[in-house]
């Protein structure tokens, strides 16, 4: 079955620099998510969309922007990128519907390093 | 105190052994997830239950609504299932627990 693709699955960037993360979700799925796990921590839940519009918004840094678009992929924009951000970004989807509405299928995550 | 506690941190058993690993949440709840993370960081979905039992394999996942506590047992545990496994529960967001550190020695 297919699964949440996320791209690129490993990213190197300098400080001050932007990077963009990208999410496809499980066909038919309508509703995204973004989490951040730094090294030795918990996954941190980033910002979620559902239909194309921002549904909930977590502790995602003002120089971070996202968006998700008409085929219902989603971008993940970092600006202005600092040391603090190397962590792995993961994507998750999910549907309102069928038999495991609601339940998130991650993405196998970007490893974001920042130097 | 973090609202998604774990524990025990770290288990190492031997293949064959029964495991269990427990979930307490202070919060109120939709769901809760039982997530399967390995080395080099993918996030696997093993269960997602809001009552009851659920079983899926040599897996089980149980859920107790009033004492806010769910479980995750494994049983004949082999070594492909070291890897860390995550409590997450859904509130208006996903919560995600500390994780518990499984090692199965052959």
């Known amino acids: 079955a297919a699964g949440v693709i996320q791209s690129p699955r490993h990213l190197i960037k300098e400080k001050r620099e932007t990077a963009t993360l990208k999410c496809y979700p499980i066909p038919r799925h309508d509703t995204v998510y973004w989490y951040q796990q730094g090294p030795g921590q918990d996954p941190q839940f980033l910002i979620s969309f559902y239909e194309k519009m921002q549904s909930d918004k977590g502790s995602i840094p003002d120089r971070f922007s996202a968006q998700q678009f008409s085929d219902y992929h989603s971008e993940l924009n970092m600006s202005s990128l600092e040391l603090g951000d190397s962590a792995l970004y993961f994507c998750?989807?999910?549907?309102?519907?069928?038999?495991?509405?609601?339940?998130?299928?991650f993405g196998p995550g970007t490893r974001l390093t920042v130097l | 105190k973090n609202e998604v506690e774990q524990s025990p941190q770290n288990l190492t058993a031997q293949e064959g052994e029964f495991i269990t690993i427990n979930c307490s949440y202070s919060v109120g709840i939709s769901a809760l997830h039982w997530l399967q993370q390995h080395p080099g960081g993918g996030i696997v979905s093993l269960f997602m239950l809001s009552s009851g039992k659920k079983k899926h394999g040599r897996l089980i996942a149980t859920i107790n609504i009033q004492e806010k506590h769910s479980s995750l047992h494994i049983t004949a545990s082999h070594p492909r299932d070291s890897a860390v496994y995550i409590c997450a529960v859904r509130g208006r967001k996903l919560t995600f627990g500390t994780g518990t550190r499984l090692t199965i020695i052959p």
């Open positions: 998750a989807s999910s549907t309102r519907s069928g038999e495991r509405g609601d339940e998130q299928f």
